[in-house]
């Protein structure tokens, strides 16, 4: 008999929960990662950056398991199937895994759980992503909390050692199987191409944390930790990353709070990430799909350079900065009054570190159908938001170079027009409810 733990979003071997877990269970465990058809046949770009991130880390995590005489089963297909056939294969006690709260995911650990069980093996899922999960912060009602404030509060209380000590998985790593895995899948036989991206270090100097709170919302200043690729796919531990926050800056640690707060907000409100309107009003609104309009957006060409700057920033190199993702965000659901599930979807397309419940929360919050979001009637005005938080126009050249020249194109849309058109949309969907 053995144990088999499941790779998902946790590429790590150091302080890995379920890991941690199955080598604890006592049987040899057999790593394992599945390349998901499901997922792969949705990418439109087969140079999709984060296969080739993906695809690193595991063999980097292959290296290490080999200097323990040990190795990784990757699969390549729908993991219906690679289960099958792996209950039909292995003798399995028991398959280990973190849980990822996403709808398809938890559909799929159902799916499997259900196929497993039937040769009596036990399926487990540990916390691993975020500090609390689920149900573990509940408001004084015993509801979930989806005001963002009171969350923080309750989650500091209740975030004490416990909760953030890591598991110390190297203790039994000799419990894994010795064996040497059949050769993986390569990139090209997944039908994409090996990209040459310079992926974010997976460290946050000290330095940097110390001056965060002052400059974090400055797009030019490069001051933030650009660790959400690695928080996404678990190539570092949420729980080495809060401890260091709690340390140094109480506003870095505030900011994966707001991690945890979205992950909890689509555990409890799945429907958010089928495309629900958190507040269910603001489906009512009567959006405009103007293709033509969307496709400016999408370009960087709406002659608004900040907004420009922030999506050329994400068609250039899949990363943009948290307060121009906000602007940018707001710029296409309420100045183009565009549905924010396209922008939501093409931001998911784009983004190296995308993750469901941080952009379906960030995106509600700019349309104003989510938790916790500005009333309607606030609605950013993209010129003051560059003049305040880009005042030297730094990022906007770098990104839009031919700013100031007769190149650049006007603005697509009035300022005032689209606001007043915006809050008439708004006005009538909200009263209709
Ligand atoms: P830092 O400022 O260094 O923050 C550290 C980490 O904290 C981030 O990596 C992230 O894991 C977490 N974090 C920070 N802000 C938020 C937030 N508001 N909500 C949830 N987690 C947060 N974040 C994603 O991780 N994936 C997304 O797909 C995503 N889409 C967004 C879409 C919109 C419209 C908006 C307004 C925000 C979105 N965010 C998303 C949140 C935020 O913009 C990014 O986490 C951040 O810009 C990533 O850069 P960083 O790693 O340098 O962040």
């Known amino acids: 008999k053995i144990v088999l733990f499941w790779f998902r979003r946790d590429l790590r071997l150091d302080d890995n929960a379920g890991l941690y877990y199955a080598l ?34 595991i063999e980097d995590i292959r290296k290490e398991l080999r200097s323990h005489d040990a190795d990784i089963l990757v699969e390549y297909g729908f993991p219906e199937d690679v289960w099958k056939k792996l209950s039909d294969q292995y003798d399995i006690a028991e398959i280990y895994t973190n849980t990822d709260y996403e709808p398809y995911a938890t559909d799929r650990d159902k799916k499997i759980f259900r196929i497993v069980k039937e040769k009596g093996t036990a399926f487990k899922g540990c916390k691993d992503q975020v500090i609390f999960e689920k149900n573990e912060i509940l408001s004084g009602q015993g509801t979930p909390y989806t005001v963002f404030t009171p969350y923080s509060r309750a989650w500091r209380e209740k975030s004490n050692e416990f909760y953030l000590s890591s598991y110390p998985t190297k203790k039994y790593i000799k419990n894994l199987l010795k064996w040497t895995a059949p050769a993986s899948p390569t990139i090209k036989e997944m039908g994409f191409e090996e990209s040459d991206y310079d992926f974010p270090s997976d460290h946050i100097q000290p330095e940097k944390l110390k001056h965060y709170a002052q400059e974090r919302d400055f797009p030019a200043e490069n001051a933030t930790s650009r660790l959400g690729v690695h928080l996404r796919f678990g190539t ?16 870095f640690l505030n900011e994966l709070i707001w991690r945890d707060f979205y992950q909890q907000i689509l555990w409890n409100f799945p429907e958010v990430g089928r495309g629900k309107a958190f507040r269910s009003a603001y489906d009512n609104i009567k959006w405009r799909y103007d293709k033509e309009d969307f496709k400016k957006w999408c370009d960087g060409q709406t002659g608004y350079p900040l907004v420009d700057a922030g999506m050329r920033q994400l068609n250039e190199i899949g990363f943009m900065h948290n ?9 296409l659901s309420k100045h ?54 880009d005042p ?3 990022y906007i050249k770098k990104w839009v170079p031919e700013f100031g020249t007769d190149q650049y194109p006007e603005p697509m849309v009035d300022h005032k027009m689209a606001r007043e058109r915006c809050l008439k949309a708004y006005k009538l969907a909200l009263n209709a409810d």
């Not at 057999?30 to 770009?45: G, H, S």
């Not at 531990?237 to 926050?245: F, G, H, T, V």
């Not at 919050?365 to 916790?372: E, I, M, V």
């Open 24 to 57: 604890k269970s006592g049987y040899p465990v057999l790593p394992l990662f599945i390349f998901d058809k499901n997922i792969l046949d949705d990418l439109t770009n087969k140079k999709d950056d984060r296969i080739t991130f993906i695809y690193k880390h």
């Open 236 to 251: 570092i531990s949420i729980r080495e990353l809060a401890r260091e926050a709690k340390d140094h800056s109480g506003v």
């Open 323 to 331: 307060r121009v993702r906000m602007v940018t965000a707001s710029f």
């Open 336 to 389: 183009l009054l565009i549905d924010w599930r396209l922008g939501e979807a093409y931001f998911a397309e784009k983004l190296l570190d995308y993750d469901l419940a941080a952009n379906n929360g960030g995106w509600q919050w700019a349309a104003g159908s989510g938790t916790d979001a500005a009333p309607y009637f606030r609605i950013f005005n993209p010129t003051a938001q560059a003049e305040r938080f």
């Open 392 to 394: 030297k126009q730094e």
